[in-house]
């Protein structure tokens, strides 16, 4: 092995040890992550949009990826946290929770505030509808329509189910502090504002 290889490896050790990164008992792979997180910093994305002529705007860029993968990351952190709860697992329990808070609405306003397209709420309904956990009930005002509530066995699940969603989604806040959390929280409901006004004009749009 190359003495200079051994040199460079041990500087990197050393940035290691001086940056926050490094905490009491860190393990080789505490070491890897953040090599790979400095590597990923030196050798950003918008390099490759620059080079191809493309127009970049980082901040926003970056707001997208995290994004994305903090959805990634909360997608697993459920379905492991719901692993007794099969029925639950692919976004039904949005739709369970969202049903406990408001009931009795439509299909199509529980698929609107789930924010899901038509068809992928659809299909989540009636897997619910099949394990027991919703109803549909005449709408008295509309017969022609159809409103959807929680079935005893739907209350059981959810509230079996509460306590593995809480434990979920402390962990999807990390070291943020108190403080910090209300802030972002803030800052995504902003956010979460904005695109639903989108959508909503979109989805007119489109019909």
Request: aromatic share 8%.
């Amino acid at each position: 092995m190359k003495t200079d290889f051994i040199i460079d490896l041990l500087h990197h050790v050393k940035e290691f040890e001086n940056s926050s990164a490094c905490k009491p008992n860190c393990s080789v792979e505490d070491f890897r992550m953040w090599m790979n997180e400095k590597k990923y910093t030196e050798e950003s994305p918008t390099k490759l949009f620059k080079n191809e002529n493309h127009q970049v705007s980082f901040t926003e860029n970056e707001i997208c990826k995290q994004v994305l993968l903090l959805g990634r990351y909360s997608k697993l952190l459920i379905r492991k946290g719901l692993s007794d709860f099969p029925e639950l697992a692919n976004e039904e329990f949005t739709y369970l929770y969202r049903l406990k808070d408001e009931p009795f609405l439509s299909k199509i306003q529980l698929i609107e505030k789930n924010g899901h397209e038509k068809q992928t709420g659809t299909q989540i309904i009636k897997r619910l509808l099949e394990a027991g956990l919703v109803e549909e009930k005449n709408d008295e005002s509309d017969k022609r329509s159809k409103r959807l509530n929680l079935t005893e066995l739907g209350e059981k699940k959810f509230h079996e189910s509460v306590k593995k969603v809480n434990q979920a989604s402390l962990i999807l806040s990390g070291s943020l502090t108190d403080d910090e959390k209300k802030e972002f929280l803030s800052l995504l409901k902003k956010l979460n504002e904005f695109h639903a006004s989108v959508y909503a004009n979109h989805k007119s749009y489109s019909n």
